[in-house]
């Protein structure tokens, strides 16, 4: 069974900085993609960043130049380091893992992170 472990949240003043790591249970490269969904209240669960096996990544429009996705395959690690956060970047934020040719989602238990205005 895959395990995502997340951590890094919290509540930070809006034009912070907070880093959210996930750690799995396997290597990073056992999975074609990994990321990172956020889900504000009220609101569907939505796609922030991903980072694929080759190393393409993306990003939804609202934080590019601000998050940047990253891994750590010797520690099975998928950072996210995200810079002047704003209030609307409150959310639960949920790590993803994803196999080849595979539909459905692993996923983490989600850690909250609240930017103040």
């Known amino acids: 069974q895959v395990q995502l472990v997340e951590s890094g949240g919290g509540l930070v003043q809006a034009g912070g900085s907070l880093r959210l790591s996930c750690v799995a249970s396997?290597?990073?490269?056992?999975?074609?993609?990994m990321g990172w969904y956020r889900q504000a209240p009220g609101k569907q669960r939505a796609l922030v960043a991903s980072i694929g096996i080759g190393g393409s990544i993306s990003y939804v429009d609202s934080v590019k130049g601000r998050f940047t996705i990253s891994r750590d395959g010797a520690k099975n690690t998928v950072l996210l380091q995200m810079n002047s956060l704003k209030p609307e970047d409150t959310a639960v934020y949920y790590c993803?893992?994803?196999?080849?040719?595979?539909?459905?989602?692993?996923w983490g238990q989600g850690t909250q992170v609240t930017v103040s205005s």
């Open positions: 993803y893992a994803r196999r080849l040719f595979s539909i459905n989602n692993y």
């Open positions: 396997e290597s990073t490269f056992s999975f074609d993609v």
